[in-house]
């Protein structure tokens, strides 16, 4: 049976972001990051697609709900590129892991290392605590057919990339927790394998949980009513928004 769900709010207050993409959407080693208050539909994107500038996910639930859980400011930094693969396809495999830039370089170096350099400017006398990982990928797996067993251990290897250079730039008590997104997209065979690699990898590692997105509907299912106050795009088969 379907789930439904409540309409979103665009801008919650106490919710912040980096907002990466200021002077140039395809240039990501420019040092253009600036933070921002969060708001669904001016800076929730950076992407790498020029029109997709109102593109906000699954950070905006998991934000308001730590908000409300904590009671504390809750700041985003969203590396986020459409259609990339976990393992590279067009270069080889060089070191931290065989992954594509995307992971390997933009996520960590121009997002997440400007994002912690800047920080104190924006709130002075603050120190950060990293709370999660949000991993929402797959889609690009599945288009690829990539096995369950080779997306499961190159998603271990980056992970410990991951944790090692966060744990680099935050006082952590622990490891890194991780909110791994199930796949629910195709909802093919294909990403079924991915799926399984996706909770193979949290039954193995600590501090690791899966969302499973099955109950949920796809953003092309989404109502208008649903949709809203955000809804862009044109009807599609279904007479839903293709929104996102």
């Keep these: 049976a379907r789930v439904a769900q409540t309409n979103y709010t665009v801008a919650p207050a106490g919710i912040y972001i980096y907002n990466k993409r200021r002077t140039n959407p395809n240039l990501w080693g420019t040092d253009d990051g600036v933070w921002e208050a969060y708001d669904a539909t001016t800076n929730a994107h950076n992407v790498a697609f020029t029109n997709d500038d109102e593109l906000y ?28 693969a976990l393992l590279s396809d067009i270069t080889t495999s060089t070191l931290p892991g065989p992954w594509n830039n995307e992971l390997r370089q933009i996520a960590i170096d121009y997002f997440l290392k400007r994002a912690v350099r800047d920080f104190p400017a924006f709130r002075p ?108 795009g044109s009807p599609n088969s279904t007479g839903n928004n293709d929104d996102n």
């Excluded at 709900?65 to 930094?77: N, P, S």
């Excluded at 093919?188 to 193995?204: F, K, L, W």
């Design 57 to 84: 996910g699954p950070e905006l639930s998991l934000a308001v709900q730590l908000r409300a859980q904590y009671g504390l400011e809750v700041f985003i930094v969203k590396p986020c590129i459409g259609g990339a």
């Design 125 to 232: 006398g603050v120190l950060p605590v990293f709370a999660t990982v949000l991993w929402y990928q797959g889609e690009e797996e599945s288009n690829l057919g990539r096995s369950t067993a080779d997306y499961q251990a190159g998603l271990a290897l980056l992970r410990s990339y991951f944790d090692r250079e966060i744990g680099s730039l935050f006082t952590m008590k622990d490891s890194p927790v991780w909110n791994l997104v199930k796949p629910s997209f195709y909802r093919n065979a294909a990403e079924a394998n991915i799926g399984t690699a996706i909770v193979n990898h949290a039954a193995s590692f600590p501090r690791s949980y899966v969302i499973d997105l099955s109950a949920y509907p796809r953003n092309t299912d989404l109502s208008v009513a649903e949709a809203s106050p955000i809804a862009k």
